[in-house]
């Protein structure tokens, strides 16, 4: 076999590339056969080089050159100079009388100092900081909202008048949009500034792995960590809304009895937010009660749906779910204790809907594969908030933050991705590993997607039998292939996916006409396999109840499975 084109060839000497690597010169970074060691150490004399067997790499120190003395490696620091010396420096009138320490001694003092920076900055500054971008996004949206709510009632009051009241009304739904545009600019301002604050601290984070996990020790004292200013958190803005006031009709006193907008205002509250913490710490959020998986599932109720063949569902809440069927392009909303239809939505475009969720405040989102947009249903009335590009097919979920999680099928070579938006602004794309490898195949498959309470992101993918799990920052956390023995022996084949309280991931298998239930961590916990055929989607409501859609069956049945 030609060692050149073998992919399973055996790792070959930098020098004579035909020998089996067995040394390392640590001081060089060459990897060497034995036979090429001898040749190396006299390549260039001035080095000290030191050889090591290859499993024992970078094993040996490099010292810091000195900056007075050169050619000479210091092996010492003088802590009251702070700097490291080296044998010459020792024997000089400079350091005498200075307390001497071994340089290895102050390295690990050093690396104790900048871990324990890094520590902080992974598990509390940088999540505190997302926390808060996430923060200015949910009150940006409530002020939308609120905003949208007193323009609706200064518009509903003047319904009331008559059209020599509609200069006034005008003039005050202007001084209402001058207002927002003001709070909104400033606190799109904070935002970003917030954002840039997160940046420079991940480039932190990434120089200190960099220098710790190097054997360069003058990396490791390069390292100057901004970690005091990081502490200082960002002021938080605080919005104060105007308020109308309604007057009653008298006279042609317009002005003064129809109404006034109070001033709004925008403060800066010094102390307005708190460093993360953690899980274990006292002042964290107490967590959700611990249940257990019962050792028996059990259906509590069936929905008979109008659909022929039905896939989606999501909650509105613990009483009502809106579904979706294949080839249909109205979405409806159910009753779960009565099985009663509630209300029907039609899509804009009469196309049948891709996939569907509800927001926070109650919103049905669906997205349109065809125009290749993501909608939102208010009051009946549907508005386009995403326009996508380059995709043939795309799920979504609404994450915790109240931001769109949107999956995104490439019409071309390219590998699928995840993209994040706050409304219409995209924010995060999730699409390789740390190695640079596809996440998500590339082309069309049936995918599906949520977020754990952890705030992991979870998609299922059908076609490659995987569910795939990256964290917030859209790093990989496991892959799931399905467990043995499947209930049919059939391959795995996962479709809707859904979490619960406890942080289960909940996953639907067509082909084995089963849920499979998996902890946190990607380990397999048990399955839900009775009278399940075809199951399609999932969805749980506030209460850890099941919903699972059998496609054949244009059913919905409420599982519970904890105790």
């Not at 089996?20 to 004399?45: F, P, Q, R, W, Y």
């Not at 000479?72 to 009251?80: G, S, T």
């Not at 006292?282 to 929905?303: F, H, N, Y």
């Amino acid at each position: 076999m030609d060692p050149s084109t073998s992919a399973q060839d055996v790792l070959r000497c930098d020098l004579c590339k035909i020998g089996v690597v067995a040394m390392h010169c640590d001081t060089c970074l060459v990897n060497l056969c034995k036979v090429c060691v001898g040749e190396h150490m006299i390549s260039d004399e001035s080095k000290n080089h030191e050889i090591v067997p290859f499993k024992l790499r970078k094993s040996t120190p490099i010292y810091p050159g000195c900056t007075f003395h050169v050619k000479e490696r210091c092996e010492m620091y003088c802590n009251q100079c702070d700097i490291p010396v080296c044998a010459t420096c020792l024997t000089s009138d400079h350091h005498l009388g200075h307390k001497l320490l071994k340089i290895l001694r102050v390295l690990e003092k050093k690396k104790e100092d900048i871990n324990k920076d890094q520590t902080e900055m992974n598990d509390t500054i940088y999540p505190t900081y997302q926390d808060i971008v996430s923060d200015v996004q949910n009150r940006m949206s409530q002020l939308e909202k609120e905003y949208e709510d007193l323009s609706s009632a200064i518009s509903k009051h003047g319904e009331d008048w008559h059209r020599e009241i509609d200069k006034l009304v005008k003039k005050l739904n202007a001084e209402v949009d001058e207002m927002k545009n003001t709070q909104m600019q400033t606190l799109q301002k904070h935002l970003d500034e917030i954002i840039k604050n997160i940046s420079e601290i991940k480039n932190e984070i990434n120089s200190i792995d960099a220098a710790v996990n190097s054997n360069d020790i003058s990396k490791v004292f390069n390292v100057k960590s901004d970690i005091k200013r990081h502490r200082n958190l960002p002021e938080k803005i605080l919005i104060s809304l105007p308020k109308f006031t309604p007057g009653r009709i008298q006279g042609n006193e317009f002005s003064k009895f129809f109404g006034a907008l109070s001033s709004s205002s925008l403060t800066s509250k010094k102390l307005g937010y708190s460093l993360k913490t953690t899980e274990n710490s006292p002042e964290a959020g107490s967590s959700p009660p611990m249940k257990q998986l019962l050792d028996e599932p059990e259906t509590v109720t069936t929905i008979e749906t109008e659909y022929t063949n039905i896939r989606n569902v999501a909650c509105l809440s613990n009483e009502e779910i809106w579904t979706i069927g294949q080839y249909n392009n109205t979405m409806k909303l159910y009753n779960i204790s009565q099985g009663s239809l509630l209300k029907s939505i039609t899509t804009k475009s009469g196309d049948t809907p891709a996939d569907i969720a509800v927001t926070k405040t109650g919103y049905l989102v669906y997205t349109d594969w065809r125009c290749r947009t993501v909608n939102i249903v208010k009051n009946e009335k549907i508005e386009e908030v995403i326009r996508l590009t380059k995709c043939n097919r795309h799920v979504v979920c609404i994450a915790t933050s109240g931001d769109f999680l949107v999956i995104m099928d490439s019409d071309d070579i390219n590998p699928s991705k995840i993209v994040r938006y706050s409304g219409s602004t995209e924010r995060q794309t999730i699409q390789f590993d740390d190695k640079g490898q596809p996440l998500y195949p590339s082309g069309p498959s049936t995918r599906h997607i949520t977020e754990s309470r952890n705030l992991d992101i979870c998609v299922s993918d059908c076609e490659a039998g995987t569910v795939v799990v990256v964290n917030r920052a859209g790093r990989l956390r496991f892959r799931y292939k399905g467990h043995t023995p499947a209930p049919k022996n059939k391959p795995f084949s996962p479709l809707g996916i859904t979490t619960d309280s406890q942080s289960h991931i909940l996953t639907a298998d067509k082909c084995n006409d089963c849920v499979h239930i998996i902890d946190q961590d990607g380990q397999f916990l048990c399955y839900i396999n009775f009278g399940l055929r075809n199951p399609w989607g999932l969805c749980t409501d506030t209460n850890d109840y099941l919903y699972v859609s059998l496609y054949d069956e244009g059913q919905v049945k409420k599982i519970r499975y904890l105790q």
